[in-house]
């Protein structure tokens, strides 16, 4: 066999390899990409819940907020009415 036609030899055996390093490269590559995007999820997640924690703490403050006026409110009209009763 001459060396030419190893070299030609080598370079046709050689290409499955290729192919495969080629396929294993894209998927690498795939794998890494869908990774980043699974981070990059995460964070968006993350920062979602940080948005609904602090709007739910928000909504429990002006609740708390509401139920002391109206209980400030149902005070003063008892008080109000106590004094009228006692007025007639």
Known sequence: ?????RMIE??????PDAEVNN???E?????RELSLELHRS???EDEYK???????KDIARHT????????????NVKEIESKGGKDH
């Open 64 to 75: 708390n907020n509401i139920t002391k006026s109206v209980q400030d409110v149902v005070n």
């Open 10 to 15: 080598d370079s046709v055996t050689m290409e």
């Open 27 to 31: 998927k690498d590559k795939r794998i």
């Open 50 to 56: 940080e948005r609904l924690d602090k709007l739910l």
């Open 1 to 5: 066999m001459h060396e030419d036609d």
């Open 23 to 25: 396929e294993e490269d």
């Open 42 to 44: 995460k964070q968006r």
